[in-house]
């Protein structure tokens, strides 16, 4: 179900409950809301007023993926970015790792299953951004 975007600062400012599979149903309202926005390449579950760690995202070849519980390991090569958020209407800039290791849950068969993996570039910028949102931290 497409949901509204979130834009209250207190609201995103809270860290998110673990998210467990249970929370299936709200990959599917990130996913059909992320899908209505022409700008919306990622979204968090407190965008949408859901307070647990999951979020979508985008890749490179159009796929969409959803992360559960994610944590930033390992970050290299920081630089500063200019970035968007659906919750905020101006762009702001971040402090971003051009490479990353993220260790998350992914929903696989109805259950958690713990993956470790390692993104560079665009897609390790949107998923700091996601862990941010994840964490209450705002942009």
């Not at 673990?18 to 599917?28: G, N």
């Amino acid at each position: 179900m497409i949901k509204d975007i979130v834009k209250d600062d207190p609201i995103l400012g809270q860290p998110c409950e673990p998210a467990t599979a249970e929370d299936a149903a709200v990959v599917q309202d990130l996913l059909d809301t992320m899908a209505d926005s022409e700008e919306a390449a990622c979204l968090a579950a407190n965008q949408i007023g859901v307070a647990k760690a999951v979020f979508v995202y985008r890749d490179k070849k159009q796929h969409t993926h959803a992360m559960f519980n994610p944590v930033l390991k390992r970050g290299l090569r920081p630089q500063r970015v200019k970035e968007g958020c659906l919750s905020h209407e101006e762009e702001t800039k971040s402090r971003r790792y051009d490479q990353i290791v993220v260790e998350f849950d992914e929903l696989k068969d109805g259950a958690l299953v713990h993956r470790r993996r390692e993104f560079a570039g665009w897609t390790a910028q949107m998923i700091q951004h996601m862990i941010d949102h994840c964490n209450g931290r705002l942009v």
